[in-house]
T-cell receptor, first 113, second 109 residues
Framework: DSGVTQTPKHLITATGQRVTLRCSPR?????VYWYQQSLDQGLQFLIQ???????AKGNILERFSAQQFPDLHSELNLSSLELGDSALYFC????????????FGPGTRLTVL | SQQGEEDPQALSIQEGENATMNCSYK?????LQWYRQNSGRGLVHLIL?????REKHSGRLRVTLDTSKKSSSLLITASRAADTASYFC?????????FGAGTTVTVRA
């Protein structure tokens, strides 16, 4: 158990819908990272927050957004969903602003029908 | 876009044998990390090697880094059935961790 929790574990929704994925980092970790894993794209970095502020951005679509709250939990919002958004979404956390080992949550499997 | 490329894509070995996988990357890095993933579950950090290090050990794991060739290798010695998993290298630079496509390792009993 990494200490990172993600909810929900599974999510099935329809195209055009909007969903919110939630992540609680390990106790004391200030950085939260979001990744998308799919068969065709592999594991892609989406975005990082450090102590409430956006730190780095990767291949995140404009339809996706994230935020980190004062209690350090984070949410990833996916809107106008398309079939291609079906994937595993991972949250990870680390104690530093970046560069150290990351602790991954169990993931949320999103299926868009 | 993926920074690293692992080789081979898949590896099948007998329990007790060693497993070696390689990773090549394209741009400069601050460090390189290896992670393991069991069948669609969360990734687990194995080892981190900084750009000024050449070799690092952790238990049955040995990692090398050659920045002049932009490549790294992960050696797992005396493999066990529990080592069956996908292994990913990830390069860290500019606040971003970029993962390769992974090597799937199957350890046969």
């Amino acid at each position: 158990d990494s200490g990172v929790t993600q909810t929900p574990k599974h999510l099935i929704t329809a195209t055009g819908q909007r969903v919110t994925l939630r992540c609680s980092p390990r106790s004391g970790d200030l950085s939260v990272y979001w990744y998308q894993q799919s068969l065709d794209q592999g594991l892609q970095f989406l975005i990082q927050y450090y102590n409430g502020e956006e730190r780095a951005k990767g291949n995140i679509l404009e339809r996706f957004s994230a935020q980190q709250f004062p209690d350090l939990h984070s949410e990833l919002n996916l809107s106008s969903l398309e079939l291609g958004d079906s994937a595993l979404y991972f949250c990870a956390s680390s104690g530093s602003g970046g560069g150290s080992e990351q602790f991954f949550g169990p993931g949320t499997r999103l299926t868009v029908l | 876009s993926q920074q690293g490329e692992e080789d081979p894509q898949a590896l099948s070995i007998q329990e007790g044998e060693n497993a070696t996988m390689n990773c090549s990357y394209k741009t400069s890095i601050n460090n390189l990390q290896w992670y393991r993933q069991n069948s669609g579950r969360g990734l687990v950090h194995l080892i981190l090697i900084r750009s000024n290090e050449r070799e690092k050990h952790s238990g049955r794991l040995r990692v090398t880094l050659d920045t002049s060739k932009k490549s790294s290798s992960l050696l797992i010695t005396a493999s066990r059935a529990a080592d069956t998993a996908s292994y990913f290298c990830a390069t860290y630079n500019d606040y971003k961790l970029s993962f390769g496509a992974g090597t799937t390792v199957t350890v046969r009993a």
